[in-house]
């Protein structure tokens, strides 16, 4: 609950969500952007997963989705537990985008991937 109410007041979600009714703390939490993320991709079929850390920016292959970072960003007061990340993925054999939003690493269900055959989900931020 604590992450969705940290996206709404940093405008990383819209309220259209149906969440518009969560309260936030007084005073808006100090957000900071992080200058990569570690991802995990997992590959359903094949039963195998990897970590991927992606520099804002830069792509890479989970199978033939091509998967792009765009920002990743985190909450000044706790940069290990909360990363949000703004991800891309293209399936290349279509040229066809899958997903594109903000991936909230405490609460992955709540803006997914789509995908029959493989799984992708934010980690952390690369504060270092």
């Not at 830069?58 to 949000?84: F, K, S, W």
């Not at 399936?91 to 803006?111: E, K």
Request: aromatic content about 6%; overall charge negative; some cysteine.
């Amino acid at each position: 609950m604590r992450a969705l109410a940290f996206a709404l007041a940093c405008g990383l979600l819209p309220l259209s969500l149906g969440a518009q009714d969560i309260a936030v703390p007084g005073q808006q939490e100090r957000v900071l952007s992080a200058g990569g993320a570690v991802l995990r991709g997992l590959d359903k079929v094949a039963g195998t997963s990897r970590d991927i850390r992606l520099m804002n920016g830069q792509t890479d292959m989970i199978g033939h989705l091509q998967v792009l970072l765009r920002e990743c960003r985190y909450p000044d007061d706790n940069p290990t537990g909360e990363a949000y990340a703004w991800i891309e993925v293209t399936d290349t054999r279509a040229n066809v985008p899958l997903f594109a939003g903000w991936m909230i690493a405490s609460s992955p269900a709540l803006s997914a991937l789509d995908h029959a055959r493989y799984d992708l989900w934010v980690l952390s931020c690369i504060t270092s």
